[in-house]
């Protein structure tokens, strides 16, 4: 099969082109006929960190996470799925699992899902990983019907999913985005379009909560962000955050009696420990994109295969609107 192979972590002049064996099915496992991935900024860090990083592949790897396609074979104690079936899933591209990066993967049934039938597949490939991890953040933050949400970063990857999810739980939801193309996307996904550039934690907090503080503060942004939102937070609130990697004084944490959750959605995937969970929560977006309440959003712009680095480094630039997708197929 072809596969895009990074031969030499530390850019995306590592990626090469190579002719590698298509795996074989094993019980508990499917083989998919890949025909979409897309690009996650995890895969960036591996690719640029490799073995650095505690859960890289060793070189040479197929890396990639997302993917949608066609079963083309099931293994023993498989009865959910059927040859032919279109799934989607985060499965591969970490350890010793084989990425999506080529015309074949083996996937774990536990990774995966039927995809949506009102989803193309480059659509599909764009939900898996930033999907999981709205849906788990705002989950885990008791998320309820009547709630003031905000989530930070709402144009994002993961954050245009959470807008859209928030909205689905029935909550009211406001975004933070730069006035213009972020913005725009907020309000057209339902949301409260915030302009962090122009309007200060305080006037936000006040003009939208008679600053009484968001229920609960969905922060795809992370890092030195979560200082926002823990002053943007209510008493006793939520916090749910995907980037907590620093050095934080957790003063006001205590003082208003939060609750902070930190989503590393890979941790299924790395431990193989609950892996279920994300079969699960996949089944239940599929339910909610066939109800017409998610759609994902894909860049324009088209990668093949071959193209995988100049979709990384697409993606680096920041040009991009929502996921960036590499066809396959």
Not at 211 to 235: H, M, P, Q, R
Not at 256 to 278: T, Y
């Amino acid at each position: 099969m072809k596969a895009m192979v990074i031969r030499e972590f530390g850019g995306v002049e590592g990626f090469e082109s190579a002719e590698l064996n298509k795996p074989g099915v094993k019980a508990g496992h499917v083989v998919v006929r890949v025909a979409a991935s897309s690009v996650n900024t995890i895969d960036m860090m591996i690719r640029d960190m490799g073995e650095a990083l505690p859960f890289s592949p060793q070189a040479p790897a197929v890396l990639g996470m997302d993917f949608a396609g066609t079963i083309e074979s099931i293994g023993d104690g498989v009865t959910q799925f059927a040859v032919g079936d279109e799934v989607y899933g985060c499965a591969g591209g970490l350890g010793d699992l084989q990425g999506s990066l080529a015309e074949f993967m083996l996937a774990d049934t536990q990774l995966i899902a039927h995809k949506p039938k009102n989803l193309t597949m480059r659509e599909a490939a764009a939900l898996p990983l930033v999907a999981i991890t709205a849906y788990e953040g705002l989950t885990r933050a008791g998320i309820d019907e009547g709630q003031k949400v905000l989530v930070h970063g709402g144009a994002g990857g993961v954050g245009h999913i959470a807008v859209q999810l928030a909205h689905y739980f029935g909550a009211d939801v406001y975004a933070t985005g730069a006035a213009g193309t972020q913005a725009d996307l907020i309000e057209k996904l339902g949301a409260i379009s915030i302009d962090f550039t122009t309007e200060s934690v305080s006037d936000y907090v006040a003009k939208h909560t008679e600053g009484l503080g968001f229920d609960v503060v969905y922060d795809s942004v992370g890092g030195a962000n979560l200082n926002n939102s823990i002053e943007a937070v209510k008493l006793n609130g939520q916090i749910a955050t995907t980037l907590a990697l620093l050095e934080q004084d957790l003063s006001m944490v205590h003082m208003k009696g939060l609750s902070l959750h930190v989503v590393f959605m890979l941790i299924p995937m790395i431990h193989n420990q609950g892996r279920s969970e994300h079969g699960n929560i996949l089944a239940q977006l599929t339910k909610i994109v066939e109800a017409g309440a998610l759609t994902p959003v894909v860049d324009v712009e088209r990668f093949a295969l071959e193209d995988i680095g100049k979709a990384h480094a697409y993606l680096a630039s920041g040009k991009a609107i929502g996921k960036v997708v590499v066809d396959i197929a």
